[in-house]
């Protein structure tokens, strides 16, 4: 059983940066990937990067690209999401999840696959 906790959500002007941490207990195993998700007032959650926890791959959103950078620390079994560049429409719940079977990028923005969930933090960013 893998537990998951975001923090580091907050209030920030567009343009500026935070960054998203997830401490996961339990183990991650190799072929695990972790995933970050986020989710808009009244809209539906979206797909935003993932990272493979055994080799650090990682694929983007293209709405994110260039702009956040997802990494892994495996001495903390934390993953970590630094956001730069914000824009009002980054503003959301962001959700931190793990895949304990990883089959490839193809599959990463698929909620279904991902069997463990944070409970959130929020981003708001103010223009």
């Known amino acids: 059983q893998v537990q998951l906790v975001e923090s580091g959500g907050g209030l920030v002007q567009a343009g500026g940066s935070l960054r998203l941490s997830c401490a996961a207990s339990?183990?991650?195993?190799?072929?695990?990937?972790m995933g970050w998700f986020r989710q808009a007032p009244g809209k539906e959650r979206e797909f935003v990067a993932a990272?493979?926890?055994?080799?650090?791959?990682?694929t983007y959103d293209d709405s994110v690209k260039g702009r956040f950078t997802i990494s892994r620390d495996y001495a903390k079994n934390t993953i970590y999401l630094q956001m730069n560049s914000l824009k009002p429409e980054d503003t959301a719940v962001y959700y931190c999840a793990a895949d304990r079977s990883w089959s490839g990028f193809d599959y990463s923005s698929w909620e279904s696959k991902y069997d463990y969930w944070g409970q959130g933090t929020q981003v708001t960013v103010s223009s």
């Open positions: 990272i493979t926890w055994g080799g650090g791959s990682t």
């Open positions: 339990g183990r991650l195993f190799s072929n695990y990937a």
